[in-house]
Nanobody, 114 residues
Framework: VQLQASGGGLVQAGGSLRLSCAAS????????MSWYRQAPGKQRELVALILNNGGTKYADFVQGRFTISRDNAKNTVYLQMNSLKPEDTAVYYC?????????WGQGTQVTVSS
């Protein structure tokens, strides 16, 4: 499975960005797609995940600002990020979990200026 992420960039505080991540290769049903992030000097942390059936889970720091969604026909996961804060600055990685195997995208930089 290969993952191609896009949509990062530089935005002012309070702004919005939409990340996309397309999976290709052999995709099985029942997979989980997620977004993680890693800020400089910090560990990678889960931002949000979405099950194949649409069930979602968010990190507490999201606080209703982000929405994860997926298009199963396109094997693509999205992360709509609103009300961005400087502390959201990080490299965002998409993750695809299926049949016990983890796959990671290359990461996309999100920078929020104050």
């Amino acid at each position: 499975v290969q993952l191609q992420a896009s949509g990062g960039g530089l935005v002012q505080a309070g702004g919005s960005l939409r990340l996309s991540c397309a999976a290709s290769g052999i995709i099985y049903s029942g997979n989980v797609m997620s977004w993680y992030r890693q800020a400089p000097g910090k560990q990678r942390e889960l931002v949000a995940l979405i099950l194949n059936n649409g069930g979602t889970k968010y990190a507490d720091f999201v606080q209703g600002r982000f929405t994860i969604s997926r298009d199963n026909a396109k094997n693509t996961v999205y992360l709509q990020m609103n009300s961005l804060k400087p502390e959201d600055t990080a490299v965002y990685y998409c993750n695809h979990l299926q049949r016990g195997h983890d796959y990671w995208g290359q990461g996309t930089q999100v920078t929020v200026s104050s």
